[in-house]
């Protein structure tokens, strides 16, 4: 069996072009394998960094909220301290009140009592002056009788007559001490009610309570999470190398020999008869 030149031609040519295509392959598969291995390590680098540039991110967030919490804590301090210093004014104002309204009902229950006491003296003072009266005028009476040396009954009667009168005014006095003595008991026991009700009327001012606002928290520093792991698949094998060159050899030889029987048919001639025999 031998070969025409055009078969070993189209041959050779199918052939060299299928090692070509298998060669072409090859690199091509290997510069993805090395393009996927650089992409690996570039994404690799780039997670890292963009980890690093979100937790500096995110800490420079919980630092200027836990700054704007900060100046929020100081201001409310600072609206509780006031409220506290308005506490304190109100408790002194109301315990000048208070102060003056009772130096004013001591004062008063002292004029008050001060006055009872005088009307209850002078009152005294008259029903003493009465009865010496009373007592200087039987004196008088039985001076009088005495000196003019008269006797009997009617002179007996007039001086009886005065020391009734004086007994029933000292009767009388001494009802009227008793009902003096209870009324300036009522007086001075309604005076006493009166200043505890002065005293007590008013009281101190009770300071309502605040507490403190709570203080923020310092931010905790952001935990910087690890780049996903990635898998780069196994580099390409040169046994698929040599076998894709391998079948481009064999492809091209299987154009040839195609080539061949083709051409084989072209030359050899036939019984049958074609048109216009």
Do not use: C, H
Not at 121 to 136: F, G, H, K, R, T
Not at 244 to 272: C, D, F, H, R
């Amino acid at each position: 069996m031998v070969f025409d030149p055009i078969s070993l031609g189209i041959g050779a040519i199918s052939t060299g072009m299928n090692i070509f295509g298998a060669s072409q392959q090859n690199a091509a598969q290997q510069q993805a394998y090395e393009d996927q291995i650089k992409f690996q390590k570039a994404n690799e680098q780039f997670a890292k960094w963009q980890a690093k540039f979100n937790k500096k991110a995110t800490d420079s967030q919980n630092k200027f909220k836990y700054w704007g919490e900060v100046v929020q804590y100081n201001q409310n301090k600072a609206y509780t301290n006031s409220l506290r210093n308005l506490e304190t004014l109100k408790a002194f104002k109301q315990a000048q009140v208070v102060a003056q309204t009772r130096a004013a009902a001591g004062s008063s229950y002292i004029q008050d009592s001060e006055a009872i006491s005088n009307a209850y003296q002078e009152q005294s003072m008259q029903e003493a002056v009465s009865l010496q009266q009373y007592q200087w005028r039987a004196l008088q009476t039985r001076g009088s009788v005495q000196a003019m040396e008269r006797e009997g009954q009617s002179v007996d009667r007039i001086i009886n007559d005065y020391a009734r009168q004086m007994g029933d005014f000292e009767s009388l006095q001494q009802i009227n001490q008793g009902i003096r003595t209870r009324q300036y008991t009522r007086e001075q026991a309604g005076q006493v009610a009166q200043y505890l009700s002065r005293w007590n009327s008013q009281t101190f001012y009770q300071e309502q309570p605040y507490m403190d606002p709570l203080p923020p928290y310092a931010p905790l520093p952001t935990i910087m999470m690890p780049p996903a792991p990635t898998m780069t698949g196994a580099p390409p094998s040169a046994a698929a190398g040599a076998l894709n060159i391998g079948t481009a050899v064999l492809g091209g030889l299987q154009t040839g020999l195609n080539a061949w029987q083709s051409m084989t048919k072209l030359n050899t001639p036939t019984s049958q008869s074609g048109p216009g025999t």
